[in-house]
């Protein structure tokens, strides 16, 4: 089997890459076998021999088929360093992996591991000190029950635009998943966090005369960035720094546990978080909805939730340092699923978030929603950017398509498309959107 290897390397090396990629074409089955006899019966030299071959010699396509073919004989970060994936696997990382006590040293080959097996986790390494700052503060806040008047309702569901339907969300997510990959150290995260970004200007350049809106860019160590998109009040009477801010978040990124760097739909975790909340800001603009002066509204889309919630770290622990006034956040992460046979539902977790605040979110589910709601959680074996925002002491609910036992099969795989098995409801999608625009109506003036 070596021998049938030789004269790949020989002619990769030489540069002839038309004759190295006719002769693997043409003995596809035989070449296959050989680079895997190779890589277990040789050492350093010869797997760098081969990464270089592949990297050098073929085409994606090609590099593709062969490391799914290696992954059913080798570790996934081996794999990533034979295929020409290796850089920055050996940067040596510290995490907390919920449900074990104290930190872990870990590589960033280890994080990819981890998450192949299951294993959930907080990438903690440049964000030790969070929550610290906030440590002696009041984090759970008192709120008033909601009770709406059917003025004040009717002023709410009149914000619930009378064209709200699917044409923008599926717009939006046939796009969004489009890209390749979301991981947010490719190129492909780069480029889907730019064009969530062009998305929510465009949104914001039609709003209105009575509001002050703006959108940024939140850069991190990695390619991907997170966006912040601000909507408040023209009324200057209260300076932006002093304001409360009611945060709408979704984390934009997805990974294929699998193989990172391979092909990520990730239409539902978390594509129909982010489009949900896109189409949040797009209804309250197109509506002229104007937060009370001492408010501002964000819609955030975090970069790296799979490498261990590291954007919205970022993002929270800027806001504590800057003494940010962060009245609650809202967060979606997965909206569109829907298991045959069961009954659409509002799922709020009840792990690491605040009670009052998912109390109020419930109360605002019973007013404006046709759907119920339940409770679910996972335990130590997931977890999403809420945790951040409560780690900094902030008050945060986090808020899913369904229970946790019927979420979708797919996610983290090439699966995760709008061809999963079951039933990808824009629908169901919707219902969240309607229940982000009563959040922030509500909540700008509830006490």
């Known amino acids: 089997m070596l021998a049938n290897l030789v004269p790949l390397i020989t002619l990769a090396l030489a540069g002839a890459r038309v004759a190295a990629q006719q002769t693997y074409l043409g003995n596809s089955d035989d070449g296959s076998a050989s680079f895997l006899s190779l890589l277990d019966s040789a050492g350093g030299p010869a797997t760098e021999t ?21 992954l059913e004989q080798h570790d996934v970060v081996d794999v990533m360093h034979m295929t020409g994936h290796g850089e920055g696997l050996d940067e040596q990382r510290l995490i907390e992996i919920f449900g074990q006590d104290g930190l872990t040293i870990a590589s960033e080959g280890d994080k990819l591991r981890l998450k192949k097996d299951g294993v959930s986790f907080m990438d903690v390494t440049d964000n030790q000190r969070l929550g610290e700052l906030n440590a002696q503060r009041l984090t759970t806040k008192s709120i008033q029950p909601l009770q709406v008047l059917e003025e004040r309702k009717l002023a709410v569901q009149s ?5 709200l339907d699917a044409t923008h969300l599926k717009a939006d997510i046939e796009k969004l998943s489009s890209f390749w990959n979301r991981s947010y150290r490719s190129q492909w995260g780069l480029l889907s966090s730019n064009w969530i970004y062009d998305q ?31 909507i408040e009040s023209a009324d200057s009477s ?4 002093d304001k409360e801010v009611i945060i709408v978040s979704a984390h934009q990124d997805s990974l294929n546990y699998r193989l990172p760097f391979y092909r990520a739909p990730g239409a539902d975790d978390d594509g129909s978080g982010s489009v949900t909340i896109l189409q949040v800001l797009r209804s309250l603009v197109s509506q002229s909805f104007i937060p009370p002066p001492h408010i501002a509204i964000e819609f955030q889309w975090y970069a790296a939730e799979e490498g261990g ?3 919205s770290q970022d993002v929270a622990a800027a806001y504590e340092q800057a003494h940010a006034d962060v009245k609650g956040v809202l967060h979606m992460d997965m909206t569109a699923f829907l298991r ?66 019927n979420f979708a099969d797919g996610i983290h795989t090439i699966n995760d498309n709008l061809d999963s098995q079951g039933q990808y409801s824009f629908e169901h999608m919707l219902e969240f959107v309607k229940l982000g625009i009563a959040f922030v109506a509500e909540y700008s003036v509830a006490e």
């Open 50 to 70: 081969l990464s270089t071959l592949i990297v050098n010699s073929f085409t994606t396509q090609q590099r593709e088929e062969l490391m799914l073919k290696l």
């Open 159 to 163: 914000m619930f635009p009378a064209d």
């Open 200 to 230: 929510a200007e465009a949104i914001l350049n039609t709003s209105n005369g009575g509001t002050t809106t703006s959108i940024k860019k939140f850069h991190h160590k990695f390619p991907q960035n997170s966006i912040i998109a601000r």
């Open 238 to 241: 209260v300076r932006a720094e």
């Open 309 to 311: 919630l590291l954007g």
């Open 340 to 405: 045959n046979g069961t009954t659409p539902i509002i799922a709020f977790f009840d792990t690491n978030t605040d009670k009052n605040l998912t109390r109020f979110g419930t109360q605002v589910v019973e007013e404006y929603l046709p759907l119920g709601w339940n409770t679910t959680n996972c335990g130590t074996s997931c977890g999403s950017d809420h945790m951040s925002w409560t780690k900094a002491g902030y008050p945060a609910i986090f808020v899913a398509e369904g229970l946790v036992e």
